[in-house]
């Protein structure tokens, strides 16, 4: 069983600077190991959209084209949490973040995850930045 808790989410002006965390428990950083870490946004009355993904075992990441050159993901295996550092924020960027774990997912560099392929999902935490 795969358990995920977001944190770190908050109010900010544009051009602040958030970080999320996402604690993971479960199989995730282990011989059973899921296959990719990404988030996820999803703002009032739009669909929801991948931000950033991570494989597990390092190496390739991605991000949507609306947070590329602010937006950092990153992990520690050790301590079973994933970080999405966020900076340079815009009123644009306020939405609920999810943090998900896939199984088996394909990191297209260029392009944000897409949702379909993660099978666990965090609660989210909000994120309001004001102009």
């Keep these: 069983q795969v358990h995920l808790v977001e944190s770190g989410g908050g109010s900010v002006q544009a051009g602040g600077s958030l970080r999320l965390s996402c604690a993971a428990s479960g199989y995730i950083y282990s011989v059973y190991s899921m296959h990719c870490m990404g988030w996820f946004r999803q703002a009032?009355?739009?669909?929801?959209?991948?931000?950033?993904?991570?494989?597990?075992?390092?190496?390739?990441?991605?991000?949507?084209?609306?947070?590329?050159?602010?937006?950092?993901?990153?992990?520690?295996?050790?301590?079973?949490?994933?970080?999405?550092?966020?900076?340079?924020?815009?009123?644009?960027?306020?939405?609920?973040?999810?943090?998900?774990?896939?199984?088996?997912?394909?990191?297209?560099?260029?392009?944000?995850?897409?949702?379909?392929?993660?099978?666990y999902w965090g609660q989210g935490t909000q994120v309001t930045v004001s102009s």
């Design 44 to 119: 009032p009355g739009k669909e929801r959209e991948g931000v950033a993904a991570i494989y597990t075992g390092g190496g390739s990441t991605s991000y949507a084209d609306s947070v590329k050159g602010r937006f950092t993901i990153s992990q520690d295996s050790a301590e079973n949490t994933l970080y999405l550092q966020m900076n340079a924020l815009k009123p644009e960027d306020t939405a609920m973040y999810y943090c998900a774990a896939s199984r088996r997912c394909t990191i297209v560099p260029g392009i944000g995850p897409v949702d379909s392929e993660y099978n």
